[in-house]
């Protein structure tokens, strides 16, 4: 089947990393994948479900993609959560969807194909499996993303991710580094899971400080930056290994998601914010230098005024680098969404505003220290009239940049950046070279 493929990947890290091995199993059977929705024969929705305005957005992407044909759009392809979890309304409602997958059907793709060529509506969820071929990374070549873990066993009161991706499963060592070598040369590789911090503990012991040290050994990976560590879950032993090993990027992003004792038990998260404070106090009298990254979620149930302020202060308080914040999103099929005394959209919205100034000044008083000094920055491309790139402390797309100029600049290499002016989030300067000893 030579067929012209396109893809819409929605969602999160995780997701991203899902579709690039649906692409490589497009590449691996010979076919042509093209951004140019003009000429896509078959378009891939890989889909979010994790909140109700992401499962629209899918939903809304194949219905888009559905006014293409007639051109040379023939088929489309659903994949990844959405059809994971609601394969059971989805199917016979999304009628101008040709086939269905779930998230570990890579396999079923081109024989589901087939059927619905033959004329076929294809329902192929949970009929395949997981793929750890080539991927096609469609991150900057400098990027990518490693995957170590698939679904959740921490079972928060408002998430969907274990009932759609289920408990919890550390994918085996050697395939993590065999897939780890196969993505080439790689400034910067992102470890993503879930939970990062949990990797190997249903086998009996936790294996992350071992993979990190493997990881380490590969000539082809320059730095490691971890995402979504658990708090619970920040060992001595990790905080040691980050601490004296040169390729793992001093940066940990930590959800909390509050910092109130009631709500946090609400949520079904084990920490206090005596715990949290003394967490962060240890993290950063053993690794001085370290960038710290959280999301909270505000609105939550029966959070109160008061709640509110104590979170504000708390930010204050820990003072992190970044920092993001999400309205709570009732979510059928979880514990909170039967929680009394929801809070009013409009109370979220403004709760949202007001810790977004919090942290936007303390950003802005952190990024003004750098005023006057110069940064290794790795260069992610050209926007504008300038070129951008990121600090050790700023993870790709999440995180603030550094904008800076210069006759020319290289993506995927380091600059030494004058720092000339700052923000809330971003930095702005002048290249004064190549850095040479980043790289």
Sequence with gaps: MQKIFGMISLGCDKNRVDGERILGEIKAHGCEITNDMQKVQVLIVNSCAFLNAARQEAIDAVLEGNSLRGGALEKIVISGCLPQKYIGELYPALEEADVFLG???????????????????????????????????STPPHIKYLKIAE??????????????????????????????????????????????????????????????????????????????????????ELLEEIGKNDKIIKYLDIPLQHSEDRILKLMGRKGSREAYLR????????????????????????????????????????????????????????PAYSFSAQVHPSTKKRRQRELYEVQAEISRENLKKFVGKELSVLCDGKEGEDFVGRASFQAYEIDGQVRFSAEKAESGKYYRVSIEGSDAYDLKGRSMGRDESAE
Aim: overall charge neutral.
């Design 151 to 236: 679904g959740c066993s921490n079972h928060c009161t408002y998430c969907l991710i274990p009932k759609i991706r289920g408990a919890y499963q550390s994918y085996p060592m050697g395939s993590i580094l065999r897939e780890a070598k196969s993505l080439g040369k790689t400034e910067e590789l992102v470890l993503v899971a879930q939970d990062v911090t949990r990797y190997g503990e249903e086998g009996g012991k936790n294996q992350l400080v071992p993979l990190l040290e493997k990881l380490s050994e590969l000539e082809n990976i320059r730095h490691i930056r971890l995402l979504y560590c658990y708090p619970e879950k920040i060992t001595e």
């Design 103 to 137: 998230i570990s059907d890579v396999s079923e793709l081109f024989p589901a194909l087939e059927r619905a060529y033959r004329g076929e509506r294809v329902n192929a969820v949970g009929k395949g499996k997981e793929s750890f071929g080539t991927r096609v990374v």
């Design 279 to 334: 967490l962060f106090e240890n993290i950063r009298r053993k690794i001085p230098s370290i960038a710290l990254r959280s999301t909270f979620i505000t609105g939550f149930p029966s959070e109160t005024e008061e709640e509110h302020r104590a979170l504000k202060e708390f930010l204050c308080e820990v003072k992190f680098t970044n920092c993001g914040f999400f309205a709570y999103s009732r979510e059928e099929d979880t």
